[in-house]
């Protein structure tokens, strides 16, 4: 398996208040990813990252903030987070081909009370 | 603006029976084409990928699936479905962005396998 580690697993947390999310990889790969996924809508990118420092808006990137200080760390912050924003955030990975595959982590389930 | 239709939102089948997911998109150039499986709670896995050569390509888990250009389709088929195949699929395709690479996902299907 790839080494991709997201945390927390799960989260319970209240309106209003920031949110972190953290996904680490151990592969050195350039893109990293996050997206989330809700019934009905499949996966749906936030942002990404194409390197250290290199980030990008992805579709549904309002509300979200990320950050690349390494190659091995992604962090997407909801600065205020809302109840639309309960869903399943999941990271995901891809080297520099683009016939290369994204490799995905486990999850992260927000509910946003 | 590339996309990927996944049609059916739920498959159910028998166990033993055939399987073919749909899988359609829209893009102006030659496609990177994947599919993934979702089991519960966890992330997905890749099943197989198309960017050239033989339009059928063969997967993990006796997964394989057809490119044909014609009808922008990448359907993906299994001659005999098993229980533990029950999951969600998606078909993704790999788009360009400003030099980056950037898989976009349809929908997702969930395959429901009755024994």
């Known amino acids: 398996d790839a080494g991709i580690t997201q945390s927390p697993r799960h989260k319970v947390t209240e309106t209003g208040t920031p949110v972190t999310l953290r996904c680490h990889q151990t592969e050195n790969h350039r893109y990293m990813y996050w997206y989330r996924q809700d019934p009905g809508h499949g996966l749906r990118l936030i942002h990404y990252s194409y390197g250290v420092k290199d980030t990008d808006k992805g579709e549904v990137s309002d509300g979200y903030s990320v950050s690349r200080s390494k190659t091995e760390d992604f962090l997407l912050t909801l600065e205020s987070a809302t109840s639309s924003q309960t869903s399943v955030y999941f990271c995901?990975?891809?080297?520099?081909?683009?016939?290369?595959?994204?490799?995905f982590g486990q999850g992260t389930r927000l509910t946003v009370v | 603006a590339q996309s990927v239709t996944q049609p059916d939102i739920h498959i159910t089948v028998s166990e033993g029976a055939s399987l073919e997911l749909r899988c359609n998109y829209s893009y102006g150039a030659t496609p990177y084409l994947f599919w993934y499986v979702q089991s519960p709670g966890q992330g997905l896995q890749l099943l197989l990928k198309y960017f050239s050569g033989d339009t059928l390509v063969q997967g993990i888990k006796g997964f394989e699936a057809e490119f044909k250009r014609s009808q922008s389709s990448f359907n993906l088929r299994k001659p005999s479905v098993h229980w533990s195949d029950a999951a969600e699929y998606f078909c993704?395709?790999?788009?360009?962005?400003?030099?980056?690479?950037?898989?976009?996902f349809g929908r997702g299907t969930s395959l429901i396998v009755h024994p």
């Open positions: 993704a395709v790999v788009r360009g962005r400003g030099g980056s690479y950037i898989p976009t």
């Open positions: 995901a990975i891809s080297g520099t081909e683009r016939n290369t595959e994204a490799f």
